[in-house]
């Protein structure tokens, strides 16, 4: 296997062969393209997308494969080879790759196989703050003349700061004393501290002298770096080398060949002998590009290039050469010798966002800021001309500043968060280079919410059923809205409304106000209310607040919970016992008497049967189970007995019924007694049967008028509301006496049937109801009811 030498080597022959093939043919052998990464970045990101924006078709990308080659011994970026994608290998350490302040560059050499081409791509890598300003050594040793006059400066080591722009070195101190101040000489982007004295030295009073010199930057917070200065003061060589201008500046064009000359350095000194004799240096300071680029002849002073002159890796060079001379101590002499570098056209246009509102509200306006951008080309003339675009699904536009290269997006129609929520838009700065070159940057606008929308409930009228004897404090229903929109503009708390109804039931009543869960704080009762209405209101959090209200219909089933009542016979003690005479001589099926009841509940419940629980003789008597009718079997007989005690049961048809029963005496009397008795009996019976006839009146009309309210309320409902109920209450004609009643009424699309003891022929039992609910069969259609 071939090592990476051999590697190297086999690619620039085979680049080289492309190379000469491509002029040849008078064909376009490169491009060049650039993108920026921040240094520290983690491996695998992207940095660009290689194969598109050198115009590539990505579909075919199997066919051909990338490789890159760097000017580095290390692999910092790969190249994806199925989609092209250029990511970072390797972590990047700006300061250890670049070594500057200034714009940091690495230079990439992508060559593309199938068929064999050589791109370049530039890469910048930007700057965090993370060093803090060092001395190139902890200690700096000074030898002073004691004769050397106030004012002189004496160079101290120049701090790096491996950060650039605001990270780098910004000011340095020194420690308080009476000899010696600190100044700092501005050269650009540098700044030199240098050591003044600004008092005469004394050796006999003081022959060394030990200062501490800072280095702060201007990070935030502030970094420093500490130099131990000491100071030696002696008699000695009192003429430094001078060159003939403190700062020299040139102009040189990149890819200069390693070898030419670029300035011949020229210093004097004034002293004789070893004292003036000079010899040149570079600062110990400087850069290390500096060192690799340059290099300066000690003895003629002629500063050559050493390496390769790159614009995009360093465009400008900053030498410190000192000329010192041979005395004792030699004295030194300093100068600055900035080299700029020429630029050709290599470089896309940047886009910086300058403000950006990541979150618009969907009550914004039609012309609303959503950002701030600037587009910018570090070329110059056509190539520096930029064309900026937009792309974009929602309602944004691109609009130009009053000043070249600014712009702002703005919107141009409404918003609606809940129609789209979240918008991506493309901006596209291209330059008028040939080739042209372009920069694209996505920006992300979440659309926020306003109250906007109501609490909502599926239906205006909601019914539900609720059996009577329900737990008083226990949740019986619940009713839910929605609302479409989030956060506290979706939060939505439920409330009953009482204000303006004076209605006792609402007091019995409550809401949950979080989930709408709602509670009956009384147990109701069928017989005493039947049925009742109430409003519930939704209310959501925004601001202002929003709402809506939903009807509800609450109808009380009935339970089993009333037992049958005796009407006749009735004592005067009030116990249900009665005396009734008959003649000895009756013939089968005379009538003795009637046993009435009530039963206060309906349909099964209120559905009384009577029975015969106790008989002196089975043979004699019979009791109709229906109506409660009393008659005899046979005719009597000599040796049947003159007194007869029956006992009735009279119970319901509920789940659990419940009874009641009535004692009947009969006595055999002769007919010639009977005659008389009954004319002595007639006048009181007249009276006691009138008294029953007015309880029953009585009892007969209370439950027509409850039926009545019931069929109002209904009425009422359907015409205020449009349901899809009615309510017929129809009272039974059928009346033997027993007061047996029933109650039809319409739900949606199911009838039903509230019966007494008589039930109608093919009506069924709904399930739950305690048999009192029958459900008559619809031949339009069946639905579901509503239950708790």
């Given at each position: 296997?071939?090592?990476?030498?051999?590697?190297?080597?086999?690619?620039?022959?085979?680049?080289?062969?492309?190379?000469?093939?491509?002029?040849?043919?008078?064909?376009?052998?490169?491009?060049?393209?650039?993108?920026?990464?921040?240094?520290?970045?983690?491996?695998?990101?992207?940095?660009?997308?290689?194969?598109?924006?050198?115009?590539?078709?990505?579909?075919?990308?199997?066919?051909?494969?990338?490789?890159?080659?760097?000017?580095?011994?290390?692999?910092?970026?790969?190249?994806?080879?199925?989609?092209?994608?250029?990511?970072?290998?390797?972590?990047?350490?700006?300061?250890?790759?670049?070594?500057?302040?200034?714009?940091?560059?690495?230079?990439?050499?992508?060559?593309?196989?199938?068929?064999?081409?050589?791109?370049?791509?530039?890469?910048?890598?930007?700057?965090?703050?993370?060093?803090?300003?060092?001395?190139?050594?902890?200690?700096?040793?000074?030898?002073?003349?004691?004769?050397?006059?106030?004012?002189?400066?004496?160079?101290?080591?120049?701090?790096?700061?491996?950060?650039?722009?605001?990270?780098?070195?910004?000011?340095?101190?020194?420690?308080?004393?009476?000899?010696?101040?600190?100044?700092?000489?501005?050269?650009?982007?540098?700044?030199?501290?240098?050591?003044?004295?600004?008092?005469?030295?004394?050796?006999?009073?003081?022959?060394?002298?030990?200062?501490?010199?800072?280095?702060?930057?201007?990070?935030?917070?502030?970094?420093?770096?500490?130099?131990?200065?000491?100071?030696?003061?002696?008699d000695s060589n009192d003429n430094r080398p001078m060159f003939s201008q403190e700062m020299y500046e040139i102009i040189l064009l990149e890819n200069v060949p390693v070898g030419?000359?670029?300035?011949?350095?020229?210093?004097?000194?004034?002293?004789?002998?070893?004292?003036?004799?000079?010899?040149?240096?570079?600062?110990?300071?400087?850069?290390?590009?500096?060192?690799?680029?340059?290099?300066?002849?000690?003895?003629?002073?002629?500063?050559?290039?050493?390496?390769?002159?790159?614009?995009?890796?360093?465009?400008?060079?900053?030498?410190?050469?000192?000329?010192?001379?041979?005395?004792?101590?030699?004295?030194?002499?300093?100068?600055?010798?900035?080299?700029?570098?020429?630029?050709?056209?290599?470089?896309?246009?940047?886009?910086?966002?300058?403000?950006?509102?990541?979150?618009?509200?969907?009550?914004?306006?039609?012309?609303?800021?959503?950002?701030?951008?600037?587009?910018?080309?570090?070329?110059?003339?056509?190539?520096?001309?930029?064309?900026?675009?937009?792309?974009?699904?929602?309602?944004?536009?691109?609009n130009p500043s009053y000043k070249a290269n600014i712009y702002s997006v703005v919107t141009k129609g409404l918003l609606d968060r809940e129609d789209t929520s979240h918008f991506?838009?493309?901006?596209?700065?291209?330059?008028?280079?040939?080739?042209?070159?372009?920069?694209?940057?996505?920006?992300?606008?979440?659309?926020?919410?306003?109250?906007?929308?109501?609490?909502?409930?599926?239906?205006?009228?909601?019914?539900?059923?609720?059996?009577?004897?329900?737990?008083?404090?226990?949740?019986?229903?619940?009713?839910?809205?929605?609302?479409?929109?989030?956060?506290?503009?979706?939060?939505?708390?439920?409330?009953?409304?009482?204000?303006?109804?004076?209605?006792?039931?609402?007091?019995?009543?409550?809401?949950?106000?979080?989930?709408?869960?709602?509670?009956?704080?009384?147990?109701?009762?069928?017989?005493?209310?039947?049925?009742?209405?109430?409003?519930?209101?939704?209310?959501?959090?925004?601001?202002?607040?929003?709402?809506?209200?939903?009807?509800?219909?609450?109808?009380?089933?009935?339970?089993?919970?009333?037992?049958?009542?005796?009407?006749?016979?009735?004592?005067?003690?009030?116990?249900?016992?009665?005396?009734?005479?008959?003649?000895?001589?009756?013939?089968?099926?005379?009538?003795?008497?009637?046993?009435?009841?009530?039963?206060?509940?309906?349909?099964?419940?209120?559905?009384?049967?009577?029975?015969?629980?106790?008989?002196?003789?089975?043979?004699?008597?019979?009791?109709?189970?229906?109506?409660?009718?009393?008659?005899?079997?046979?005719?009597?007989?000599?040796?049947?007995?003159?007194?007869?005690?029956?006992?009735?049961?009279?119970?319901?048809?509920?789940?659990?019924?419940?009874?009641?029963?009535?004692?009947?005496?009969?006595?055999?009397?002769?007919?010639?007694?009977?005659?008389?008795?009954?004319?002595?009996?007639?006048?009181?019976?007249?009276?006691?049967?009138?008294?029953?006839?007015?309880?029953?009146?009585?009892?007969?009309?209370?439950?027509?008028?409850?039926?009545?309210?019931?069929?109002?309320?209904?009425?009422?409902?359907?015409?205020?509301?449009?349901?899809?109920?009615?309510?017929?209450?129809?009272?039974?004609?059928?009346?033997?006496?027993?007061?047996?009643?029933?109650?039809?009424?319409?739900?949606?699309?199911?009838?039903?049937?509230?019966?007494?003891?008589?039930?109608?022929?093919?009506?069924?039992?709904?399930?739950?109801?305690?048999?009192?609910?029958?459900?008559?069969?619809?031949?339009?259609?069946?639905?579901?009811?509503?239950?708790?």
């Amino acid at each position: 296997m071939e090592n990476a030498t051999e590697a190297r080597a086999r690619t620039s022959f085979w680049f080289a062969f492309h190379l000469a093939l491509q002029l040849l043919c008078g064909k376009q052998v490169f491009a060049q393209i650039r993108y920026s990464v921040p240094e520290e970045v983690k491996d695998g990101t992207v940095v660009g997308m290689i194969a598109k924006d050198l115009g590539l078709d990505i579909t075919s990308l199997t066919d051909r494969r990338f490789r890159v080659v760097s000017g580095t011994k290390d692999a910092f970026f790969e190249v994806n080879q199925n989609n092209g994608a250029l990511y970072v290998h390797k972590k990047i350490d700006r300061e250890e790759l670049c070594q500057g302040s200034g714009t940091c560059l690495m230079e990439l050499k992508i060559l593309v196989e199938n068929p064999l081409e050589m791109h370049y791509v530039i890469v910048e890598i930007t700057d965090v703050n993370d060093h803090s300003p060092r001395f190139p050594e902890k200690q700096q040793l000074f030898e002073i003349a004691e004769q050397t006059l106030p004012g002189r400066r004496f160079q101290l080591h120049t701090a790096r700061d491996p950060d650039a722009g605001i990270n780098s070195i910004r000011t340095y101190t020194l420690t308080s004393n009476e000899h010696f101040e600190i100044d700092i000489r501005q050269s650009d982007d540098d700044k030199i501290p240098f050591l003044v004295l600004k008092k005469s030295l004394d050796r006999e009073q003081k022959y060394k002298h030990s200062l501490v010199v800072t280095a702060v930057d201007g990070g935030k917070p502030p970094k420093s770096g500490r130099l131990n200065v000491s100071i030696v003061v002696l008699d000695s060589n009192d003429n430094r080398p001078m060159f003939s201008q403190e700062m020299y500046e040139i102009i040189l064009l990149e890819n200069v060949p390693v070898g030419t000359v670029v300035l011949k350095m020229n210093a004097s000194d004034p002293d004789d002998g070893t004292n003036g004799k000079i010899e040149y240096s570079l600062g110990k300071t400087l850069k290390r590009n500096v060192y690799e680029t340059f290099a300066l002849d000690k003895v003629t002073g002629e500063i050559r290039i050493k390496g390769v002159v790159d614009y995009e890796e360093y465009d400008v060079y900053k030498l410190d050469v000192e000329a010192s001379d041979k005395g004792a101590p030699p004295l030194t002499g300093e100068c600055r010798v900035i080299i700029k570098i020429k630029d050709v056209n290599d470089n896309p246009p940047e886009i910086e966002i300058t403000s950006l509102s990541n979150t618009v509200s969907e009550d914004s306006k039609s012309g609303t800021v959503i950002s701030l951008l600037s587009v910018t080309d570090k070329d110059s003339g056509v190539n520096g001309n930029i064309i900026a675009t937009l792309f974009s699904n929602g309602p944004f536009e691109l609009n130009p500043s009053y000043k070249a290269n600014i712009y702002s997006v703005v919107t141009k129609g409404l918003l609606d968060r809940e129609d789209t929520s979240h918008f991506e838009m493309t901006i596209k700065a291209t330059d008028c280079g040939e080739p042209p070159l372009s920069t694209s940057k996505t920006l992300s606008i979440q659309i926020s919410d306003v109250n906007d929308n109501s609490p909502q409930f599926s239906q205006s009228q909601l019914n539900f059923y609720l059996t009577e004897n329900n737990v008083a404090g226990t949740s019986v229903f619940s009713v839910s809205a929605t609302d479409g929109d989030v956060n506290e503009n979706a939060a939505i708390t439920y409330h009953i409304v009482r204000e303006g109804r004076p209605n006792e039931i609402m007091s019995f009543l409550n809401v949950n106000s979080d989930n709408g869960q709602i509670s009956a704080l009384k147990s109701f009762d069928f017989e005493t209310l039947k049925t009742f209405q109430f409003h519930v209101v939704a209310t959501d959090s925004g601001t202002p607040p929003l709402s809506s209200n939903v009807t509800v219909n609450v109808f009380i089933l009935d339970q089993n919970d009333n037992a049958p009542v005796i009407l006749y016979p009735v004592s005067s003690n009030g116990s249900a016992e009665g005396v009734e005479e008959i003649p000895r001589n009756v013939n089968a099926g005379h009538l003795v008497t009637k046993v009435r009841a009530y039963d206060a509940d309906i349909g099964y419940n209120g559905w009384l049967l009577f029975s015969l629980q106790e008989v002196t003789d089975h043979s004699l008597f019979g009791l109709d189970r229906y109506t409660g009718q009393i008659r005899t079997h046979r005719s009597f007989t000599e040796t049947d007995e003159a007194e007869h005690k029956l006992v009735i049961l009279v119970k319901d048809n509920g789940n659990v019924s419940l009874s009641a029963t009535a004692t009947v005496i009969v006595k055999l009397v002769e007919p010639k007694e009977a005659f008389a008795a009954s004319d002595v009996k007639s006048a009181a019976k007249v009276d006691e049967e009138d008294n029953v006839t007015l309880y029953l009146m009585i009892t007969l009309g209370s439950v027509s008028l409850l039926f009545l309210i019931s069929i109002i309320v209904l009425i009422a409902m359907q015409c205020s509301k449009s349901t899809d109920y009615t309510s017929k209450y129809l009272q039974e004609t059928n009346y033997d006496g027993t007061l047996c009643h029933s109650i039809q009424y319409r739900s949606g699309d199911k009838r039903y049937m509230l019966v007494g003891p008589r039930m109608s022929i093919g009506s069924t039992i709904v399930s739950g109801s305690q048999a009192n609910t029958l459900v008559l069969p619809d031949r339009r259609h069946a639905s579901a009811e509503v239950r708790p």
